[in-house]
Each structure stands twice: as C-alpha cells, then as structure tokens.
C-alpha cells in the first residue's frame, strides 16, 4: 500500500528514474567511488570529503566524485543522470525559508535544478500551529526531520515525526503536515522538478538581444 513510511537502510526505488539510496544508519563510515552518476547528499549531522570540497554540519550537497562520509547521512544516487558540478548549500535550521509554501509555510531550494525537471533537493520550514492543506505530489518525496517534530496526516492515517526520521511519501498520496507547539524543518529530495531552466529561456539568453 502506499503510504508515509520510514527507512532505516539502503534500497533502490523507481519513480519517473530509478535511484539507489544509502543511509548511515546501516553502515555510518562509508567510501563510494566514484561512477556514471551523480549523488545528492541530505547531511544531518555528518562529514563529508571530495577531491575538490569538504563540508560539515547540516548541509546539502551533490558531487560524482569520490566521497568519504561519517556521520547522519542520506545519500541518493542517480544512475545514468550526472551534474557537470559540485554543488553545496547549508541551511539554518529553525528559521523560515526563502520562498512562500501552502498555508503559511515556507521554503528554500538547497540544490537547484541545472534544467527544467531534474533532481533537486529543499529545506521546508514549517512554523508552530499549522494545520496545513491535503495536498498530493506526482511524485515521490525523501526526505528527514531535521529539527522540531509535528504529524504526518494522510487522512486515514495520522504519523508523528519527530528529529531524525528519515521518511519516503509515495507519489500520489493525500497528505498535509500539522505541527503543534513547536516548528518542524525538512530536508526534501524531489526526483524531478518544474522548476529550473529551459533551452528557450535560460539566464544566457535573459537580456540579450540580436541587433
């Protein structure tokens, strides 16, 4: 049935692409070399090392690099699809997002899309006392608790979600987010995107103009 449900070791899920999921809770040290992909990391409280960064902390990340990690981790592996850069972004936990979200919530892209419908990943923030819209996503969302706590409502359903978890939304399924007393913050894995870049409008050829 799908459905909200957390995960505790690696796996491999097929949602408009198919991607291989590592998780520091099987196995907290661990070096992948590099392959014919690229890898976004959700990092909760860890280390990472690549030939050309290194980053601590919370933080999101993609690299087809080699990589050394420690730590509370999400890697997500994108056979077949690779980014031509590293890209890495931190996020404050605690605080509202850049970008306005349904009812009164909030968010920031950590790793944007280099074009209109690939991979990205998002930090949410979600004040205290939301009692957010049903929504539903044609897509799969990965994602962890990263701060606070608050409730996973599927209707039929209620889940409470506390720092930590680390949980897979099946596409497709009516959900909403509720939080009480205290805020709740996400990092969030979307497997494709509407937003990013098209070839017929892109930062290139944004003012610029054939005389």
């Given at each position: ?6 995960f505790d070791k690696?796996f ?8 291989n999921?590592?998780?520091s ?9 590099s392959?014919?992909c690229?890898r976004?990391?959700?990092g909760?409280n860890?280390?990472?090392?690549t030939k050309?960064f290194?980053a601590?902390g ?9 990589l050394?990690i420690s730590g509370?981790?999400?890697?997500v592996e ?7 850069e590293?890209?890495?972004?931190t996020?404050?936990?605690g605080?509202?997002a850049n970008l306005?979200?349904i ?8 790793i ?5 419908g690939?991979p990205?990943?998002?930090y949410?923030y ?25 409730i996973a409502d599927?209707?039929?359903n209620k889940?409470n979600l ?8 099946d596409?497709?399924?009516?959900h ?5 007393k205290?805020h709740?913050?996400i990092?969030?894995?979307?497997p494709?995107?509407?937003d990013g870049?098209r ?8 003012r610029t103009?054939i005389?």
């Amino acid at each position: 049935m799908n459905t909200l449900r957390f995960f505790d070791k690696d796996f491999r899920f097929t949602n408009r692409t198919v991607c291989n999921v590592y998780v520091s809770t099987q196995q907290t040290d661990r070096s992948l070399p590099s392959a014919d992909c690229s890898r976004f990391i959700l990092g909760i409280n860890c280390q990472v090392k690549t030939k050309d960064f290194s980053a601590s902390g919370v933080f999101a990340a993609t690299t087809n690099q080699d990589l050394e990690i420690s730590g509370d981790w999400i890697i997500v592996e994108t056979p077949g699809y690779n980014f031509l850069e590293n890209r890495l972004s931190t996020c404050k936990l605690g605080y509202p997002a850049n970008l306005c979200y349904i009812d009164g919530c909030s968010n920031s892209n950590l790793i944007d899309p280099p074009r209109n419908g690939e991979p990205c990943v998002n930090y949410l923030y979600f004040p205290p006392g939301i009692d957010q819209t049903f929504h539903t996503h044609p897509s799969l969302r990965l994602g962890t608790i990263l701060s606070g706590e608050g409730i996973a409502d599927l209707g039929h359903n209620k889940i409470n979600l506390r720092k930590g978890d680390k949980f897979i939304l099946d596409s497709h399924i009516l959900h909403r987010f509720v939080t009480e007393k205290d805020h709740m913050s996400i990092m969030i894995f979307h497997p494709d995107s509407e937003d990013g870049p098209r070839d017929e409008n892109n930062p290139m050829k944004t003012r610029t103009y054939i005389r």
